[in-house]
Every structure is written in C-alpha cells, then in structure tokens.
C-alpha cells in the first residue's frame, strides 16, 4: 500500500512564499500524473496545479505566475512553490498522484496539509 506524506504547511503572511512537497512510499513501479489541490472552508475542492510523468504541468488560472509545481522522479516526491501568495490562497492543500504497481493504477491522496494566509 502506498501511502503520502505531505509537508510545509502553515501560517504566512500575504505576498509570502511557501513550499509544499508530498513524498510517496510503498510499493510503486511508477507514478503517472502529480498534482495538488486545494479545498477551502465552505467551497468544493478544486484543482491547483499537476505535473505529467513527463513534466508537463498545468495550473488553475488563479495560480498561474505565482505558483509552480515539480517533481523528483527518484524520490516520488511533487513540490509546490507558492509565491505571492493571497489571503484567497488558504485552504488545506491535498496531494493526489496515480501511481501504478506494474499492473493496476491506483489513485491516491495525502492528508492534507493546511495553508493559512493572513496578516
């Protein structure tokens, strides 16, 4: 069984950066797409950024310029850098990969990890 194990969570103040990173562990032949979403109180959860195997990344456009998602192959590990950021920017961060075990794909989540922006 895979499991996620996100960090870097926490309280910033506006127009600061922060840095997310969810590694995964478990028995894994590869890993497809990356990505990180977000959900804040009250609202749906929704799509941030994700990265191909082939590092082609995608950004919801309220993020575009300011955030950047990568990945570390070897580590099976997705980072978010996220810059400039908005009090509109709080929510709990969720990492999501798909990973396969040679034969099946599976679709797997972290546990979230908080972000808070405020003054």
């Known amino acids: 069984q895979v499991q996620l194990v996100e960090s870097g969570g926490g309280l910033v103040q506006p127009g600061g950066s922060l840095t997310l990173s969810c590694a995964a562990s478990g028995s894994i032949f590869s890993i497809d797409t990356m990505g990180w979403y977000r959900q804040a109180p009250g609202k749906q959860r929704e799509l941030v950024a994700a990265?191909?195997?082939?590092?082609?990344?995608d950004y919801a456009d309220s993020v575009k310029g300011r955030f950047t998602v990568s990945r570390d192959n070897a580590k099976n590990t997705v980072y978010l850098q996220m810059n400039s950021l908005k009090p509109e920017d709080t929510a709990v961060y969720y990492c999501?990969?798909?990973?396969?075990?040679?034969?099946?794909?599976?679709?797997?989540w972290g546990q979230g990890t908080q972000v808070t922006v405020s003054s």
């Open positions: 999501n990969q798909v990973y396969s075990d040679g034969i099946y794909k599976y679709d797997t």
């Open positions: 990265i191909s195997s082939g590092h082609s990344a």
